[in-house]
């Protein structure tokens, strides 16, 4: 099994040593082709608009998007979650995957300033995981096929539909690989 961490923008290298960590062969994936030598990819955080003109650039956009609603795996943290999710709250509005069944509203809990980490009991998983929130998107609806894996004040921030998984924080930083795991589980 190998895992891919889109590699345009963001941060890639976080991911892919945790990935490398638990024993897990990943590619960082810049091109279309690349998206079949792989079983599932992460998307991950860093900023969205960018992350999603280089997918086009790269033409993995379209590619991507027929694969993931053929129940090809993905797993997208912090900005991932913008670029998978159905419908982005802001002005001025921008174009998505929409493969997960949430609208976001991104940079929700506030500026760079007001990046925050919290504790996060995450469902089967028996220990607290370290939540790192940076200029995080906060999920504003859900559909009713999502299902929800962890909550911060009374707002879900960790979700699932299928095997598409969304994280408003960054799991890649928080020094444990729980998280992942839980993508190689839903990937099977
Ligand atoms: N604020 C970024 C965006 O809107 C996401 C931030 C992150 O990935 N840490 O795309």
Redesign the pocket.
Known sequence: MKIGVLGVQ?DIREHVETLRSMGVDVEIVKKSEQLDEIDGLIIP?????T?SKLMKFAGLWDVLKDMVSKGFPVFG????M?VLSKRVTNNPSQETLGVIDIDVE??AYGRQVNSFEVDLEIKGVDVPIRGVF????RIVRMGSEVEVLAVHNGTPVFVRQGKIMVASF?PELSGSSHVHRIFLETMR
């Open positions: 963001g955080g860093g900023e969205s608009t992350i943290t912090c900005a991932g913008i991104r940079n940076i200029r995080a998107p960054h």
